[in-house]
């Protein structure tokens, strides 16, 4: 009888309870374990296990709801998605990169989490760029409490859903960790960051990785974190810690982050051997605490099951496995066709007609002439009113971020006073600063964005977008073609760009567009002059592709790039270059800076030398406007390419090379490009100029090139 009592329970949890967690702990293990043998046979390309994490990863998914929470994984959490519901032939199906494969659709390897319907966010190879996103995500959620009216737009609102966070002991030493923990504790948001500590990351030991080898140590001082530590290996205990961070999150309390003591018993992946680094005792005292052995031991010794009864279900589980392994094995692979899909929405084109409606209100302009900056600063005013769900942050944009003194001051707005007014009209909540961490603006945008908000982010200046650049590239850029549609993240990018300043010097005049103009699913626009930075501006707000705004510094508040007001709704689309002059002889297909220095070198070379040149404003990069280019080309058969970035490698050389490429019979001279010296952009006026193209420059372009 003592038994049969015994076997009803274990510290709160029921027989079938018990069971279930051994069955999903198994479950992850045979999986590993086929997904080895596959890779053997060469049927799979890729493999790495979640072995000796199964314990504490079946224990959040206990304590945490699927399609409720929200979930940023990482590789080892292969127990974790099957608790929430993954089946294994999902995770097969992703093993054989079948296009049926729900986590990425073939186009990423294994163990790359991503599920729609469980809300496990698409997660990528680079390690550690899933906290900021977290982070944004329970951020998204946290600005619906404080605004109304952006509720129903935020996926998934429900007012006390989770952020579920996880990372290996080795990504701690990220700095975007600890930009995350930062924001997190300083805005209390529900993020549970769990860290499944194994030992090693590949072959380098904790302590190698962290300072005392023990990361809940150096967290212990962040304002309202909570955290706990674990025994990884121990699915009860490990349930208990998770539930009491989950409730202390789910409470609004603040974040939490677990500290799970786990093991590795096999290698990182089965491209590494860690025999090469660990002794054979070491990996005999780690098999000893086999999360898997030890609970079906304990559910035999407890009186849950009988050793035969345990066999069974390791023999029906061995049989669903190789059922699923067969029928992964035998669904087909992504179409060669779809390669191209879902780079850019499928369902939103800023190329399309319904985005330019240039001709009919770029005539109907009303008002004082105003520069640049104030008509960008009227486009955010007007977008924001259209749409509650637009957020905008970075260094610098709000006004004055101690409300209580927005009435005593001026407001900052931004260095360049782009974003005055914002925050005076739209509040705290939707305007406010960031702290001084580009990473951190873009990665907390992508988790907004992934719920449905509209980012539109500063970054200060473009020579410091660098520390961004992972999160654009890997991230923002990638997140829709990498799910196969299933996500997306529609953020606004909006950095000022380029040199001319007399004083800017090296850390305040570069350039460096065609860094970004390379990137598949990234949007670059570049206008010239403030009617255009209106339309296009609008344009990438309405846009559901994150989009690169890119705007000239030197360009903000010259009186000939100015203009009046365009009603509210104007657009300019994407991709659509405009002839800013005509002519015969040859043509200048520019941007940004270069336009204006075209247009006067252009009317120098006509009335001191009767040459007729055409100059194109590109005004978009990524999409560019080939047509434009092909026609401008075959009307003079010269070109000139002109662009204030670098001339190695600068965006010139793509433009140069299609035309060689696709109408070489219509030219009648090489194309000519004029660019900035191979350097870097100097303080002392005399060498700024001589480093940048100035008019000088593109005269002795047209001279040299009208006489070939």
Same mark, same amino acid.
């Given at each position: 009888?003592?038994?049969?009592?015994?076997?009803?329970?274990?510290?709160?949890?029921?027989?079938?309870?018990?069971?279930?967690?051994?069955?999903?702990?198994?479950?992850? /293990?045979?999986?590993?374990? *086929?997904?080895?043998?596959?890779?053997?046979?060469?049927?799979?390309?890729?493999?790495?296990?979640?072995?000796?994490?199964?314990?504490?990863?079946?224990?959040?998914?206990?304590?945490?709801?699927?399609?409720?929470?929200?979930?940023?994984?990482?590789? /080892?959490?292969?127990?974790?998605?099957?608790?929430?519901?993954?089946?294994?032939?999902?995770?097969?199906?992703?093993?054989?990169?079948?296009?049926?494969?729900?986590?990425?659709?073939?186009?990423?390897?294994?163990?790359?989490?991503?599920? *729609?319907?469980?809300?496990?966010?698409?997660?990528?190879?680079?390690?550690?760029?899933?906290?900021?996103?977290?982070?944004?995500?329970?951020?998204? =959620?946290?600005?619906?409490?404080?605004?109304?009216?952006?509720?129903?737009?935020?996926?998934?609102?429900?007012?006390?859903?989770?952020?579920?966070?996880?990372?290996?002991?080795?990504?701690?030493?990220?700095?975007?960790?600890?930009?995350?923990?930062?924001?997190?504790?300083?805005?209390?948001?529900?993020?549970?960051?769990?860290?499944?500590?194994?030992?090693?990351?590949?072959?380098?030991?904790?302590?190698?990785?962290?300072?005392?080898?023990?990361?809940?140590?150096?967290?212990?001082?962040?304002?309202?974190?909570? !955290?706990?530590?674990?025994?990884?290996?121990?699915?009860?205990?490990?349930?208990?810690?998770?539930?009491?961070?989950?409730?202390?999150?789910?409470?609004?309390?603040?974040?939490?982050?677990?500290?799970?003591?786990?093991?590795?018993?096999?290698?990182?992946?089965?491209?590494?051997?860690?025999?090469?680094?660990?002794?054979?005792?070491?990996?005999?005292?780690?098999?000893? /605490?086999? #999360?898997?052995?030890?609970?079906?031991?304990?559910?035999?010794?407890?009186?849950?099951?009988?050793?035969?009864?345990?066999?069974?279900?390791?023999?029906?589980?061995?049989?669903?496995?190789?059922?699923?392994?067969?029928?992964?094995?035998?669904?087909?692979?992504?179409?060669?066709?779809?390669?191209?899909?879902?780079?850019?929405?499928?369902?939103?084109?800023?190329?399309?007609?319904?985005?330019?409606?240039?001709?009919?209100?770029?005539?109907?302009?009303?008002?004082?002439?105003?520069?640049?900056?104030?008509?960008?600063?009227?486009?955010?005013?007007?977008?924001?009113?259209?749409?509650?769900?637009?957020?905008?942050?970075?260094?610098?944009?709000?006004?004055? =971020?101690?409300?209580?003194?927005?009435?005593?001051?001026?407001?900052?707005?931004?260095?360049?006073?782009?974003?005055?007014?914002?925050?005076?009209?739209?509040?705290?909540?939707?305007?406010?600063?960031?702290?001084?961490?580009?990473?951190?603006?873009?990665?907390?945008?992508?988790?907004?964005?992934?719920?449905?908000?509209? #980012?539109?982010?500063?970054?200060?200046?473009?020579?410091?977008?660098?520390?961004?650049?992972?999160?654009?590239?890997?991230?923002?850029?990638?997140?829709?073609?990498?799910?196969?549609?299933?996500?997306?993240?529609?953020?606004?990018?909006?950095?000022?760009?380029?040199?001319?300043?007399?004083?800017?010097?090296?850390?305040?005049?570069?350039?460096?567009?065609?860094?970004?103009?390379?990137?598949?699913?990234?949007?670059?626009?570049?206008?010239?002059?403030?009617?255009?930075?209106?339309?296009?501006?609008?344009?990438?707000?309405?846009?559901?592709?994150?989009?690169?705004?890119?705007?000239?510094?030197?360009?903000?508040?010259?009186?000939?790039?100015?203009?009046?007001?365009?009603?509210?709704?104007?657009?300019?689309?994407?991709? *659509?270059?405009?002839?800013?002059?005509?002519?015969?002889?040859?043509?200048?297909?520019?941007?940004?800076?270069? !336009?204006?220095?075209?247009?006067?070198?252009?009317?120098?070379?006509?009335?001191?030398?009767?040459?007729?040149?055409?100059?194109?404003?590109?005004?978009?990069?990524?999409?560019?406007?080939?047509?434009?280019?092909?026609?401008?080309?075959?009307?003079?058969?010269?070109?000139?390419?002109?662009?204030?970035?670098?001339?190695?490698?600068?965006?010139?050389?793509?433009?140069?090379?299609?035309?060689?490429?696709?109408?070489?019979?219509?030219?009648?001279?090489?194309?000519?490009?004029?660019?900035?010296?191979?350097?870097?952009?100097?303080?002392?006026?005399?060498?700024?100029?001589?480093?940048?193209?100035?008019?000088?420059?593109? =005269?002795?372009?047209?001279?040299?090139?009208?006489?070939?």
């Amino acid at each position: 009888m003592a038994t049969e009592v015994k076997a009803r329970e274990h510290r709160g949890l029921g027989r079938d309870e018990m069971v279930g967690i051994y069955r999903t702990m198994y479950l992850s /293990r045979r999986i590993d374990d *086929k997904e080895i043998q596959l890779k053997g046979q060469n049927k799979i390309f890729f493999q790495i296990s979640g072995a000796g994490h199964e314990a504490v990863l079946t224990a959040a998914g206990i304590a945490m709801r699927p399609g409720y929470d929200w979930f940023y994984p990482y590789y /080892r959490d292969r127990a974790l998605c099957l608790q929430l519901g993954m089946t294994p032939l999902e995770q097969l199906l992703s093993a054989v990169g079948a296009a049926a494969d729900p986590n990425s659709h073939g186009r990423q390897m294994p163990s790359h989490w991503g599920h *729609k319907k469980l809300n496990i966010v698409s997660q990528s190879s680079p390690t550690g760029t899933q906290f900021l996103q977290a982070v944004g995500c329970a951020e998204a =959620s946290y600005r619906a409490t404080l605004i109304e009216e952006i509720r129903d737009k935020v996926v998934g609102f429900r007012g006390d859903e989770v952020v579920y966070c996880s990372t290996g002991d080795g990504t701690t030493s990220q700095g975007e960790f600890w930009e995350a923990l930062n924001t997190a504790s300083n805005l209390k948001l529900p993020v549970l960051f769990l860290v499944e500590d194994n030992g090693y990351a590949i072959s380098v030991p904790v302590e190698v990785q962290t300072a005392g080898g023990d990361v809940s140590k150096l967290v212990s001082g962040f304002p309202d974190l909570y !955290v706990q530590k674990c025994d990884g290996t121990d699915p009860v205990e490990s349930l208990e810690t998770l539930r009491r961070a989950v409730e202390y999150c789910r409470a609004r309390k603040g974040p939490a982050l677990v500290h799970a003591k786990v093991i590795r018993p096999y290698s990182h992946s089965l491209s590494d051997d860690e025999k090469l680094y660990r002794p054979d005792e070491e990996r005999t005292s780690d098999a000893e /605490r086999d #999360p898997v052995k030890r609970f079906g031991a304990l559910l035999v010794e407890e009186g849950f099951v009988t050793q035969q009864e345990l066999q069974g279900l390791k023999d029906e589980v061995d049989r669903e496995v190789n059922e699923a392994a067969d029928a992964a094995l035998a669904s087909p692979q992504p179409e060669p066709e779809t390669a191209t899909q879902f780079v850019y929405s499928p369902d939103v084109d800023p190329t399309a007609a319904e985005f330019d409606n240039e001709a009919e209100l770029g005539g109907r302009l009303s008002g004082n002439a105003g520069t640049m900056v104030d008509l960008i600063n009227r486009c955010m005013h007007e977008e924001m009113a259209r749409d509650p769900s637009i957020v905008v942050f970075g260094e610098d944009v709000a006004d004055c =971020s101690r409300e209580e003194n927005l009435e005593k001051v001026k407001g900052k707005g931004g260095v360049f006073k782009v974003t005055a007014n914002l925050q005076r009209k739209f509040g705290g909540a939707r305007v406010f600063n960031s702290p001084l961490a580009e990473a951190n603006i873009v990665g907390r945008a992508v988790g907004m964005a992934t719920r449905g908000l509209k #980012p539109v982010v500063e970054i200060q200046f473009f020579d410091y977008i660098w520390p961004a650049y992972h999160q654009i590239r890997n991230e923002l850029a990638l997140m829709r073609w990498r799910s196969g549609g299933d996500w997306k993240c529609p953020v606004v990018i909006r950095v000022p760009i380029g040199g001319y300043l007399k004083g800017g010097a090296v850390y305040h005049s570069q350039s460096g567009e065609t860094i970004f103009t390379h990137v598949p699913g990234l949007r670059v626009v570049y206008p010239s002059n403030a009617l255009d930075a209106n339309g296009l501006l609008r344009t990438a707000i309405r846009s559901d592709d994150p989009v690169l705004f890119l705007e000239h510094k030197h360009l903000y508040r010259q009186a000939y790039n100015k203009s009046q007001y365009p009603p509210d709704g104007f657009l300019i689309p994407f991709g *659509k270059a405009k002839t800013v002059r005509e002519g015969a002889d040859l043509s200048i297909v520019t941007y940004g800076a270069l !336009v204006q220095r075209s247009l006067v070198a252009a009317k120098q070379a006509e009335q001191q030398q009767g040459i007729s040149v055409e100059v194109v404003d590109l005004r978009t990069l990524a999409p560019y406007d080939w047509e434009a280019i092909a026609r401008t080309v075959r009307k003079t058969n010269k070109v000139i390419v002109a662009h204030e970035d670098t001339r190695a490698h600068g965006f010139g050389a793509e433009v140069a090379a299609r035309i060689a490429d696709e109408l070489f019979e219509h030219l009648d001279a090489p194309v000519r490009r004029v660019a900035a010296l191979d350097t870097f952009v100097a303080y002392a006026p005399r060498l700024e100029d001589h480093i940048l193209p100035q008019v000088d420059d593109v =005269s002795r372009a047209i001279t040299e090139l009208y006489a070939y």
